[in-house]
Antibody
Framework: QLQLQESGPGLVKPSETLSLTCTVS??????????WAWIRQPPGKGLEWIAT???????YYNPSLKSRVTISTDTSKSQFSLKLRSVTAADTAVYYC????????????WGRGTLVTVSS | DIQMTQSPSSLSASVGDRVTITCRTS??????LNWYQQKPGKAPKFLIY???YLQSGVPSRFSGSGSGTDFTLTISNLQPEDFATYYC????????FGPGTRVDIK
């Protein structure tokens, strides 16, 4: 059974780069069935899609974050990653990784999420 | 950008009630509308895709309808485990979520 687990620092300083990894177990990240995504949720607020990637390298970004975000895969480690540059307190959120399915792009399987706080 | 609204923003209901949540988009999105349920401290759970198709394993008391700009999520015979926040999501142009509707116990 496919499972996702986020990992990374829980605290990042303003202006630095937030780096998170999602480890996929119980299945292959190189599967043609899934795309892989990051979504975030600031404390007490709603959900915001960040980015999506296919194992072949195709990427899709939220236009509001595109200039600061990079999503990538490492098929040898069965992982995909998120980098968010020049963070501010507004980037404090629970970050989720998830699977997403073409063509309706719903997020059908989620990790548990990891809280990242941006603070000096 | 496609703007999304949900109404009401919150509601109180009793076990056994029928609950309807509305999601509206600022432009037509055909049926590219999905629904999620989220409980406090948990990741969202995927419920419905393409406006009206129930994800496998989701109880049949959940149903969705609509197309274009107006969509509804209905929970018939509300159960204790259904008290949560519900989000709609459009995937017609980029991906955005509605602001959420909180369903709590009356």
């Amino acid at each position: 059974q496919l499972q996702l687990q986020e990992s990374g620092p829980g605290l990042v300083k303003p202006s630095e780069t937030l780096s998170l990894t999602c480890t996929v177990s119980g299945g292959s990240i190189a599967s043609s069935s899934y795309y892989w995504a990051w979504i975030r949720q600031p404390p007490g607020k709603g959900l915001e899609w960040i980015a999506t990637i296919f194992y072949s390298g195709s990427t899709y970004y939220n236009p509001s974050l595109k200039s600061r975000v990079t999503i990538s895969t490492d098929t040898s480690k069965s992982q995909f990653s998120l980098k968010l540059r020049s963070v501010t307190a507004a980037d404090t959120a629970v970050y989720y990784c998830a699977t997403t399915v073409y063509p309706h792009w719903y997020f059908d399987l989620w990790g548990r999420g990891t809280l990242v706080t941006v603070s000096s | 950008d496609i703007q999304m609204t949900q109404s009401p923003s919150s509601l109180s209901a009793s076990v056994g009630d029928r609950v309807t949540i509305t999601c509206r988009t600022s432009q037509s999105i055909s049926s590219y509308l999905n629904w999620y349920q989220q409980k406090p401290g948990k990741a969202p759970k995927f419920l419905i895709y393409a406006a009206s198709y129930l994800q496998s394993g989701v109880p049949s008391r959940f149903s969705g309808s609509g197309s274009g700009t107006d969509f509804t999520l209905t929970i018939s015979n509300l159960q204790p485990e259904d008290f949560a926040t519900y989000y709609c999501q459009q995937t017609y142009s980029d991906i955005t979520f509605g602001p959420g509707t909180r369903v709590d116990i009356k």
